[in-house]
């Protein structure tokens, strides 16, 4: 289960259906009662029992592709997974459904001479109950790690699709500090942007088309605090995933006006401790938003601040809700990065 080139997993994973323990039961039961022909007593058994087990590996035939979908996936997308599902916890679920289909065929093979040796109609009932039973409850015990498997089936349904191939710049920052308006203005993407706090609680991606073939990726971020990574919670560590795990540059927004979510002191020191720490080694770029909304004193002020930072440049202020002022800053990150031409 380690990273791998891009697949697209939500795609994939629309394909895949994880059955829960009684969905399978039902589909036994219903071909259960299906009559036989002409047999004698023990081919019955035998004949049932190789349905059971027909059922229950098919049933059971997603985890192949499921753990080929795992395998290839993007250390991005493990680390979205991994804020909401233990990674050995998984390992664990596969191993039991895995393990399961594994002791089938060998007890499928076993009671099939059980059943041939039967002395008499009764020892047949009985040794083919205790053959059903022994394998279905290989199943049941997976029960939990069904329904495990099949929200995270459904996880990987809902995930971004982002393309690692495309220049991308992660916008990221304080909570309000403009990141869902400033992709909302530069790309087609309508990330939602609303007055208060923590409005963003995953990751959005706009596509931005800059010119001729020129495609960037711009991807929208939970607020994040400035706190170790450790100690944030399950929205914010979202943002910490795609600033860790994605390839490309960071915007980082810093909100200058007075009704910022936190004083600039501590927007520096988020960028300065936890966003440049995080990001190791990406390059980092900071507008200073809501040009509109603050006063001239407290532009130069966050400007200057900024100016002062090693490892971070500039890349000017602006208004993220003014749609020619967002593109303009964009193309000042694109341009000095050179991530078009990488
Ligand atoms: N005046 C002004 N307001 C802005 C600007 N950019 C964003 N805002 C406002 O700031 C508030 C927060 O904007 P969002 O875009 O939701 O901020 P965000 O950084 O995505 O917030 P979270 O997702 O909660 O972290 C909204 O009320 C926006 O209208 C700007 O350039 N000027
Ligand atoms: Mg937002």
């Known amino acids: 289960m380690s990273g791998g080139k891009l697949v697209d997993p939500a ?27 002409k047999m004698r007593p023990w081919e019955r058994e035998i004949a049932r029992l190789q349905t059971v087990r027909d059922i229950v590996i098919s049933k059971t035939d997603f985890i192949r592709s499921l753990v080929r979908l795992l395998d290839n996936l993007h250390p991005f997308y493990w680390s979205l997974i991994e804020v909401e599902f ?8 596969i191993s039991c459904i895995s393990r399961a289909r594994k002791l089938t065929d060998e007890l499928f093979e076993k009671y099939r001479f059980h ?22 409850s290989l199943y049941k015990r997976c029960s939990r790690d069904l329904d495990l498997l099949r929200s995270l089936v459904v996880f990987i349904q809902h995930l971004p699709g982002i393309d690692p191939e495309l220049p991308t710049v992660i916008v990221a920052g304080p909570p309000s500090s403009g990141k869902s308006s400033f992709v909302r203005s530069v790309s087609r993407a309508k990330p939602k942007v609303a007055e208060y706090p923590f409005t963003t609680k995953t990751v959005h991606i706009g596509h ?25 919670n399950i929205v914010e560590r979202r943002a910490a995933a795609a600033l860790r795990h994605l390839p490309g540059v960071v915007l980082f927004l810093v909100d200058p006006t007075e009704k910022a979510y936190m004083p600039l002191e501590r927007q520096v020191k988020l960028l300065e401790e936890t966003v440049k720490k995080l990001v190791s080694g990406k390059p980092v770029y900071v507008a200073i938003n809501k040009a509109d ?19 971070v440049k500039l890349a000017g202020s602006m208004s993220a809700i003014e749609r020619s002022d967002a593109i303009r800053i964009l193309r000042i990150v694109v341009e000095d990065s050179g991530i078009l031409s990488k």
């Open 11 to 37: 795609e994939e994973a629309k394909h895949i259906h994880v059955p829960t323990y009684d969905e399978i039961l039902e589909r036994i039961g219903r071909r259960f009662s299906a009559k036989k022909g």
């Open 86 to 93: 233990e990674r050995a916890r998984i390992r664990k679920s």
């Open 115 to 136: 059943l041939m040796a039967a002395e008499d109609r009764r020892e047949l009932e009985r040794v083919a109950r205790e053959a059903r039973g022994r394998i279905l």
């Open 208 to 232: 931005v088309n800059l010119g001729g073939e020129d495609v960037v990726q711009v991807i929208d971020t939970p607020g994040i605090l400035d706190r170790p990574v450790d100690e944030m």
């Open 293 to 311: 909304a603050a006063s001239r004193d407290r532009l130069e002020e966050a400007r200057r601040a900024v100016e002062s930072l090693h490892g």
